[in-house]
């Protein structure tokens, strides 16, 4: 499906992301076409507000809470070791954020199979000519 960028999009905290995936006033979504909808159909795509809230979750708050564990987790171990608390919460935060993100990768593969995380044509607003 090909959607065109509204002034809705202006106030999202994603719209640099999605002008660096294309740019320009229209962009290409994949949608589940659950209402039968032709091409040139005008259509109203939905996705679920669970399903949006689990993707910010994943894609804004993970990475960041497991930043702050591996830091505290350093900061706790480093004596053990006797090596400087600073570079060791550094490490091994440093550390947890990029497994974060490994994780967040498989997890969105996962959610991409089950379909859940795909929006879905609710209706046809205009019937195409």
Known sequence: MVTHRSTMCDGCSSHGACKALGGGKEMEVEALNTAQARPGDQVL???????????????????VLALILGAVLGQNVAHFFTIDSEMSSFGL?????ALAF?????????LEKTGET????ARIIKEGS
């Open 102 to 110: 490994v994780l967040v990768r498989i997890k969105d593969r996962k």
């Open 93 to 97: 935060g440093a550390l947890f954020f």
């Open 45 to 63: 795509l939905t996705l679920e507000d669970q399903s949006l809230l689990k993707l910010s979750f994943l894609v804004y708050m993970f990475p």
């Open 118 to 121: 795909i929006p879905r044509v």
